[in-house]
C-alpha cells in the first residue's frame, strides 16, 4: 500500500461509521448540521489533524500534491459524508490556488502554499460569465493607478468569503472580449481594514453548511505585485484552471452518488414481513444495476481525466471536459430513478434514509451547476472536426498506464496541459479493443456481446467521423447548433465506452496483487457498453442478464463488505 493509500484509508477510519447512530460524525450528525446551516466542527477537528489542505500544495512546495488522481481518492471518504464539508474545507481552496500554481511566480505560489499548509483559506472572486452560477450579476474592477491598481466591486456569492485569509479576484481591467479580466492574490490581512466589507450570507438548497456570502471592496490599492501573469489573463487563466478542477469533479460526484446507491441498497435488501424483500422486483434490480454500473463508468473517465495530465497533457483537455460533463449528468437520472426504488422514503430528511435527499440536493451544486455542464460541451466542440480528420482511426494508443490506477505516474507539470488537443489516443483504445475482441476475445455469451457491443460503438465513432468532416473549418455556426451539441453529447459517451474498454483490458495484464477479479471478468465491462449502447440507440445484442446479475452480485455484496463502489472497492468504516 502506497503513503497516498494508507492516507485514504486513515481519513476514512478518523471519521467512523458512517451509519453508526452513536458516532458523533455520522449521518445524524451531519444531516443535523446541513439542517441548521452549520458546519460541524467535529468533522472539520478530523480535517484540521489529517491536514487536509497540504493535499492541494503541490509536493515541491511542501505539500502532498503529487498525482491528481490520488487528490480524487482522497477526496472521495469526505464527499461521502458531506459534500458541504468537502468544498467549505478544502476543496474550493484548490479551486481558488490552481490558478497560481499554474501562473504564478514563486513569490505568489510560495504565499498560497504557506496559506494553506498553515491551515488557512483561499477564496476565489471569479468573473462573471453568461449563464454563469451567481446569485447576481456583480463583479470588480480594477484601476491602474501609479504603484498598482485600484481594486472597487463586490461579489455576493463567494464560498468561504468571511472565512479566508487568502483571495483570489478576477477583476475587470478592459473592455469586453478575450483580455478583459486580469486576476490578483491578495491577503485579506494585508488590506485595510475599511476597505473591505463582508456582506450577508446567502442560503442554498444544495449544500446548506458552506457559507456563500460576499465582499465589497472599495478604493483600495494592491501592488501591481498581486497580479497573477500578465495583466488581461483572466480568461486565459480560467480556462487553464479547469484543465484541473475539470478531473475532479467526477471523483466528488461519484463520493456523494455512492452514499446515496448505497442507501437504496439497504432499503431494497430489507426483508419485509412477509419474507420478500424489493431485490425480488425485476425494475428495482435493474436500478441498483444500472447505478453501479454508472459510477463504474464515471470513475472509468476520472481515472483517464487525472491520469492524462500527467501522461497526455497535449490530448487531456477533451477527456477532463467529457468526464466533468458527464459525470453529473449520469448521476443525476440514476437518483430519479433510484427515487422510485425509496419511494416516499425520498423525502425523508432524517433518519436511515434522509442521507439520500441530502447528497440529491447537493449534487447540482457539487457538480458546478448547469453552466458548468455547458461550458464543457463548449470546450469539447472545437475539437471534434480536428480530431474527424486527422485523429480518429489514426492516431496511436495511449500508454496502458492510463487505465492502471497502481501504475506510478510522471511527475505532474502544469506548464503543459493544452487548451486544445493535438490527438484522441482515447478513441484510439476503442478501436484497438474492438480489433482484439474481434480476434481473441473472451468466450461464451458475454464475449459475444462484448465483441459486439464494441463493433457497435465503434461504428458510433465512425458515424461522427462522417458529422464532424462536414463542418467546413472555421463555421462558427454550424459547430454551436444544436445538432452540434448532440453529437458531442454522443462523443462524450464513446469516449465512457473506450475508458471502460482500456481499464477492463488493463486488469488482464496488471501485476501480481494489483489485479480485481470482478474488473478484470468481462460481465461489468458487457453490461456497461450495453448501458451506453442502449443510451446511444445503437444496435443491441442479446441482454446480456448474466453479465447484469453479477454486478448486481457484486453491489449487494460492497453493501454487506462494507466497500466503496468505485474501480477500489476501498474498505469503509
Request: aromatic share 6%; with cysteine; glycine share 10%.
Given at each position: ?21 452513536t ?8 444531516l443535523a ?43 472521495r ?15 474550493n ?10 501562473a ?58 468571511s ?49 456563500f ?14 497580479v ?35 442507501t437504496?441498497?439497504r ?56 468526464a ?105 483504445t ?40 462536414a463542418?467546413p473549418?472555421?463555421d ?77 452480485d ?20
Amino acid at each position: 500500500m502506497t503513503p497516498a493509500e494508507e492516507r485514504i484509508d486513515a481519513l476514512e477510519r478518523a471519521f467512523g461509521p458512517f451509519d453508526d447512530p452513536t458516532n458523533p460524525l455520522g449521518a445524524e450528525a451531519l444531516l443535523a448540521a446541513d439542517a441548521a446551516g452549520e458546519v460541524l466542527p467535529d468533522a472539520e477537528k478530523v480535517l484540521d489533524e489529517f491536514d487536509l489542505n497540504a493535499e492541494f500544495v503541490p509536493a515541491g512546495l511542501g505539500g502532498r500534491l503529487e498525482r491528481m488522481d490520488l487528490l480524487g481518492r482522497i477526496l472521495r471518504p469526505v464527499f461521502r459524508r458531506d459534500a458541504s464539508l468537502g468544498f467549505g474545507y478544502g476543496l474550493n481552496c484548490f479551486f481558488a490556488a490552481t490558478p497560481v500554481w499554474t501562473a504564478g511566480n514563486g513569490a505568489q505560489r510560495r504565499q498560497a502554499a504557506r496559506l494553506l499548509l498553515n491551515g488557512r483559506r483561499i477564496a476565489v472572486a471569479r468573473h462573471e460569465v453568461a449563464h454563469g452560477n451567481d446569485f447576481v450579476r456583480d463583479e470588480f474592477t480594477a484601476a491602474p493607478v501609479p504603484g498598482g491598481l485600484l481594486l472597487d466591486g463586490s461579489k455576493s456569492a463567494i464560498a468561504n468569503a468571511s472565512r479566508a485569509t487568502g483571495l483570489v479576484v478576477f477583476a475587470r481591467t478592459g473592455a469586453a472580449g478575450g483580455r478583459s479580466h486580469t486576476v490578483l492574490l491578495l491577503d485579506r490581512d494585508e488590506l485595510p481594514a475599511d476597505r473591505v466589507e463582508d456582506l450577508a450570507r446567502r442560503t442554498t438548497n444544495g449544500m446548506r453548511s458552506t457559507e456563500f456570502g460576499g465582499l465589497r471592496i472599495t478604493g483600495c490599492h494592491v501592488p501591481d505585485s498581486a497580479v497573477l501573469g500578465a495583466p488581461g489573463d483572466g480568461y486565459e487563466l480560467s480556462l487553464r484552471s479547469s484543465l484541473l478542477i475539470r478531473g475532479l469533479i467526477p471523483s466528488i460526484v461519484l463520493a456523494g452518488a455512492d452514499t446515496a446507491l448505497r442507501t437504496v441498497t439497504r432499503f431494497a435488501v430489507r426483508t419485509r414481513a412477509d419474507g420478500r424483500s424489493s431485490l425480488d422486483v425485476q425494475h428495482v434490480r435493474d436500478v441498483l444495476t444500472g447505478g453501479f454500473l454508472d459510477l463504474l463508468l464515471i470513475d472509468c473517465l476520472a481515472l483517464v481525466a487525472t491520469r492524462a495530465l500527467h501522461l497526455l497533457p497535449r490530448q487531456m483537455s477533451a477527456y477532463a471536459a467529457a468526464a466533468a460533463y458527464l459525470a453529473p449528468r449520469l448521476v443525476t437520472e440514476s437518483m430519479d430513478e433510484m427515487s422510485a426504488v425509496l419511494g416516499e422514503e425520498t423525502f425523508a430528511l432524517d433518519g436511515a434514509y434522509g442521507m439520500f435527499q441530502k447528497q440529491r440536493r447537493d449534487l447540482p451544486v457539487t457538480s458546478l451547476g448547469h453552466a458548468g455542464s455547458a461550458g464543457r460541451q463548449v470546450s469539447i466542440l472545437p475539437q471534434l472536426p480536428y480530431f474527424a480528420r486527422h485523429a480518429w482511426f489514426a492516431d496511436p494508443e495511449p500508454p496502458p498506464g492510463l487505465f492502471r490506477p497502481h501504475e506510478p505516474l510522471p511527475p505532474l507539470d502544469l506548464t503543459l496541459p493544452a487548451l486544445l488537443g493535438d490527438g484522441d489516443p482515447l478513441a484510439a483504445t476503442l478501436v484497438a479493443c474492438t480489433d482484439q475482441l474481434e480476434s481473441a476475445g473472451p468466450p461464451g455469451p458475454a464475449g459475444h456481446a462484448l465483441r459486439f457491443l464494441a463493433r457497435s460503438l465503434t461504428g458510433e465513432l465512425a458515424e461522427l467521423k462522417k458529422a464532424f468532416e462536414a463542418i467546413p473549418q472555421g463555421d462558427r455556426e454550424a459547430l454551436s447548433s444544436p445538432h452540434s451539441f448532440g453529437l458531442a453529447d454522443r462523443y462524450t459517451l464513446v469516449l465512457a465506452a473506450a475508458a471502460c474498454l482500456g481499464v477492463w483490458r488493463e486488469q488482464q495484464s496488471a501485476p501480481a496483487g494489483t489485479t480485481d477479479a470482478f474488473l478484470a471478468d468481462p460481465a461489468w465491462a458487457t453490461a456497461v457498453l450495453y448501458r451506453l449502447a442502449r443510451r446511444l440507440g445503437l444496435p443491441l445484442p442479446d441482454r446480456p442478464g448474466v453479465c447484469e446479475r453479477q454486478v448486481l452480485d457484486e453491489a449487494v455484496a460492497r453493501l454487506h463488505n462494507r466497500r466503496s463502489y468505485d474501480l477500489y472497492s476501498s474498505p469503509l468504516a
